[in-house]
């Protein structure tokens, strides 16, 4: 309660929306995040408000509710004292103090009614009729699952078979059923059509199953990504899971280099894919560097000749997936390796750019710990006379939190020189990892992300390679 003062900042009610925008209009997510925090001032330390229409709206009744709330406590006061009633003075004295608290809850109130009356009935509505449209589409339909490459599988999977058939997918992360049903609004003709699927909670991949119909899927990867809400790894698994329970015997792919997929996968299931084959396809001539990767992936008398501007291991396994499902429809290998060649880093995932001869590897949007053994397995192989990580750490690891970034610490402290750490609540976790691994290189600690991220170019030199790898929001602070 040290800084229960800068509730009086005149700027409260703008950082009580944002709070709001940030966890998405949450209210769960909203109102953990309000019981966390002592100081409002450091809320909005990286981002800002956007001021749409419903932001505004919301500023406007939060102002509202405690201008309402102080003109009561000071009419109370008034009205007490000429009473001389000492108790009427302390609650109206209370209630001034407490306003800033009411507001927050109670700016809460006419989301949720909205929410009741308004936007579940119309989101009701809509997701009903997208479910007639895909249900009527005569598209080959593939769905990816996982806790995390749902992104990227699909970038890769679209941008191969584009080269020979007309393809739809779900745009950015639209992969819940509000979103899924406003791409299938706009839907026109093609031949394949692949959504995303999201999830949060158990039930969550069932429900989009429902809605998309798929013919095949991809199952990307499982891991401690979203524990704060599944609670536990066998929700999370059986979650993800819901996707082959709807296809039964219908194709999945199933990424064997995620341990807690493979745990699920039988020794004949010819779809389970990994950087050195699937369902008949094998890989060599394995090559990456700063500039991409390449391999050939041959299967009986075929052959492909992959050449792709993405960075990593991981990636190739999703190649061939994209291989095996461009084969299997009827793509010729010319058609294939052009897809391929196509292939470029999407943004803020492995995606690389020079400044002043050092190679920044900007990975911010990944956050999990798969994602980030990836790309320090990248790290350890190329050729630098620095090799630079910087992270935040990892959000959303329920009770591994401790356990995932110990294990992370250990990891870093096999491919790093120099390691810099933005300072909150799990770094001290990382450090002990490093400990743990008996880390000899230079360790640097950042409490102002903001300012060492704009200073990057002062912070590298030439010959250094860097990997930044996750994002931590305000809402995580």
Known sequence: ????????????PVTIVYMLQSS?????DYFSWLLRVDDFRKVMRRGGLDYTNKAKLLILMSWAI???????AIFVAVLFFSLNDVFGLIFSLVLFILTPVLTSYLIALPLWIGWILIQKPRQHNIVSNAKKIINSHPALKIAIAGSYGKTTAKEIISTVLGEGK?????????????????????????????????????GDVKELCDLVQPDMGIIT???EAHLSSFKTLDNTISTVFELEDYLGDGPLYKNRESKLVASRIKNKDKLAFDQKGVNGWHTSDIKIDIHGTSFIAKKDNKKIVAQTGLLGFH???VILVAIDIADTIGLTAKQIESGILKTTPFEHRMQPRNIHGAWVIDDTYNGNSDGIRAGLLLLKDLKAKRKIYITPGLVEQGDKTKEVHEKIGQQIADAADV??????????????????????GRLIIIDDPLEFYSNLDQFVAGGDVVLMQNDWTDNYA
């Open 419 to 440: 390691v810099v750490l933005m300072n909150n609540s799990v770094t001290d976790y990382i450090k002990n990892g490093l400990k743990k691994a008996n880390y000899s």
């Open 24 to 28: 998405n209009y949450n209210l769960k």
């Open 221 to 223: 990867g499982i891991n």
């Open 1 to 12: 309660m040290k800084y229960y003062w800068t509730r009086f900042k005149f700027s409260y």
């Open 315 to 317: 990636n190739i396994g």
């Open 66 to 72: 405690m201008l309402f709330f102080f003109i009561l």
């Open 166 to 202: 007309k393809v739809a997918y779900t745009p950015g992360n639209m992969n819940t059923p509000i979103g899924i049903s406003r791409f299938a609004k706009k839907l026109g003709e093609c031949d394949v059509v692949i959504f995303e699927l999201g999830e949060e909670k158990v």
